[in-house]
């Protein structure tokens, strides 16, 4: 099979974006002949399979008004698709599925569309300075003409009333295992952008006052609101017991060294973070926030979910970990199941499915 992916940029570690690039990898490994769109002309920081052919988006001309850039990004894809003559397009990221939805049908290709993000935040963060209401406008026009969306959880099924087919499909999780040996430690560890969404604020705001004073709260990321956090942890005296490291590329050394884990984002869509700890074994405790968390973890099994953005509640159940050391040890090992259920052969065998099908119901409507 011939697939064409879409993304806007592949130069920095979001989780569509690792998510491309691990069914990318998979399928070109398989025997599939895969290119990657790229709607940008930012450097790639992913290993790609080098049989995988990336085109990116090069714009002539200087700057162009926010239209004339949707345009020439639109004929962009319309133009590739025309030359490489895909057997199927799968575009990331709602702007981009707009976009290369508008392209497909100009192309007669067929076309499947994903989100990434629970419903709600769709769009709120896409580039440009459109606003989201029409960017919320031109999903709820456009969507309709693409011939599949996926989506990462049940509870956002209902949200897309006006799309022709729909499935959901959770993200595929893919592990290395590089370090053998490494011993957990007293941290609890947080992954992630330093964004208001992900809620770093209220999980030192927790960690303060958990009474544990040997215990460390590592935090790995970059973001605008580093400066915010490094406020917080100074007005609470935690420097010796807060870091914030950065960027980090290879997370599993963290996460092997961990004995909890928490998510403290207000909204999510499927958060990878969050399969990663699991995967290697640390003991979880997540905010019940839209989406993902309570289609991930089984509760009080191999994690622990509490009322959205409730502090109190975080802080008693990360305390409760660090007391009970057996508990800790339970959940992590249950946790580690998860690899199972989202290895990437079989989340790559259900998307092979589903476009094998797309593919041939474009065929009986051309």
């Not at 993200?171 to 609890?188: D, G, M, T, W």
Request: hydrophobic share 40%; charged share 25%; proline share 3%.
């Amino acid at each position: 099979m011939k697939m064409m992916f879409v993304i806007h940029s592949l130069g920095q570690m979001g989780g569509a974006e690792k998510v491309l690039v691990m069914l990318a990898n998979h399928f070109t490994s398989s025997g599939h002949s895969v290119s990657i769109l790229v709607l940008s002309d930012q450097q790639s920081i992913f290993d790609l399979h080098h049989d995988i052919n990336v085109i990116s988006y090069n714009p002539s001309g200087g700057r162009k008004s926010r239209i004339g850039g949707m345009l020439g990004q639109i004929k962009f894809i319309y133009s590739a698709l025309v030359l490489e003559k895909p057997d199927i397009v799968i575009a990331f990221i709602a702007a981009s599925n707009i976009l290369t939805t508008i392209a497909a049908k100009l192309a007669k290709r067929p076309v499947i569309i994903s989100e990434h993000t629970n419903y709600e935040r769709a769009l709120t963060d896409t580039r440009g300075s459109l606003s989201a209401k029409i960017w919320r406008m031109l999903r709820r026009v456009i969507y309709p003409w693409a011939d599949h969306l996926m989506i990462l959880t049940e509870q956002d099924r209902d949200k897309y009333p006006y799309v022709r087919a729909l499935s959901v499909q959770p993200n595929p999780l893919v592990l290395s295992q590089k370090y053998a040996s490494l011993q957990r430690e007293k941290i609890v560890l947080g992954v992630g952008r330093l964004s208001h969404v992900k809620g770093f604020d209220m999980l030192i705001d927790a960690f303060v006052k958990v009474e544990a004073s040997d215990w460390r709260l590592v935090i790995t990321g970059e973001g605008d609101e580093r400066e915010v956090l490094e406020s917080k942890i100074r007005e609470y005296g935690l420097e010796d017991r807060v870091v914030l490291t950065g960027f980090v590329q290879d997370m599993e050394h963290y996460y092997k060294r961990a004995s909890i884990y928490v998510l403290s984002s207000r909204a999510e869509g499927f958060p990878g973070g969050l399969c990663e700890a699991m995967g290697y074994g640390c003991a979880v405790v997540a905010f019940d926030c839209p989406t993902g968390p309570a289609e991930i973890i089984r509760n009080d099994i191999d994690g622990i979910l509490v009322e959205a953005e409730n502090v109190d509640a975080l802080r008693e159940q990360i305390a409760l970990l660090i007391q009970d050391e057996e508990k800790r040890k339970l959940l992590g090992e249950n946790a580690k199941e998860i690899s199972e259920r989202l290895d990437i052969k079989t989340i790559a065998a259900q998307w092979e499915e589903i476009m094998t099908k797309v593919i041939q119901q474009h065929e009986e409507e051309i």
